[in-house]
DNA sequence: CTAACTGCAAAAACTTTGCACTTTT
DNA sequence: AAAAGTGCAAAGTTTTTGCAGTTAG
């Protein structure tokens, strides 16, 4: 993962950019981006921006995650029950995702770019996201069983 | 994809070996499945199932779908904002989404096994369901731009 | 006959939206 | 001052749940 300090100054370029504000709130959740480890879903980084700023409301995370999505700073990572948030890796690249425990981390593995291409041929789609995500048990809770 | 009478057949003998009960309702939406060729949401069986069974309910066609899934015999494709359902399929196979016209198509790609084995090594998860799902443009809406 | 299933309506949960107020630039 | 952003509450979605009534086996 980039040092947190780089990826804060990147995150806060890419808003002054395109003459985006920089207000409180939004810099604070830019911070929590930045220095998260994990894969934090708006729910948790609105509790954490919370605890410094108490009058943030969801809609704001939301509009706030929304903007750097379309500025291709943050991926989001679409489960059945919420989204998280990965900032350190706007790239795509696959997530493992413990079924039991709902851990997440990164996975290792390289998109095979020449079938990509095939697949884009033979299909006729022009690929833009692709979207990895591999279901199964973490070693904590493979363990527990 | 397979023939839709073998692929109903299947499927009624899967339910049929666990005991579980063929009502009308339930060999409609399997007829609807097996002779699917696309990947139809829960709301759209439910509309097709409904124009046979008036008093169908959604709530009957969630738990018939949560049954087949269970039995493996139905792939859930799980996007953001709702899920489609592939009978015809049931292992886990990659899929090419529309960000336009949200069109769904299977994608003819080979899941790297030695490279899946690699990851679990690595991880140390057990992958139960891989879910790789390409967001990109299909060819007609790729022309309309 | 009885365990399983259906269907209705309400509940749940996440995310979006509208709008008045506030703040950055 | 003007445009952009915030925050509240309400609305919008999809999916789940509880339960009384119905039905397949």
């Known amino acids: 993962m980039p040092d947190p300090a780089l990826r804060f100054d990147e995150l806060i370029s890419a808003l002054k950019e395109r003459n985006f504000r920089l207000t409180p709130q939004r810099v604070e959740l830019v911070r929590l981006i930045a220095i998260s480890e994990g894969h934090p879903s708006a729910a948790q980084l609105y509790a954490a921006v ?24 943050v991926l989001e990572i679409d489960l059945r029950d919420d989204s998280h948030y990965d900032g350190n890796r706007p790239g795509p690249h696959p997530h493992l ?3 039991q425990c709902n851990k997440i981390v990164d996975g290792d593995l390289e998109l ?16 833009v996201r692709p979207q990895i995500t591999f279901y199964g048990l973490c070693s904590d809770c493979k363990q527990s069983r």
């Open 50 to 73: 919370r605890s410094r700023f108490p009058t943030m409301s969801q809609a704001t995370v939301y509009k706030t995650l929304a903007l750097l999505k379309d500025l291709d700073q």
């Open 97 to 99: 995702i413990c079924m």
């Open 112 to 127: 095979d770019l020449s079938s990509l291409r095939k697949l884009e041929e033979t299909s006729g789609y022009q690929i």
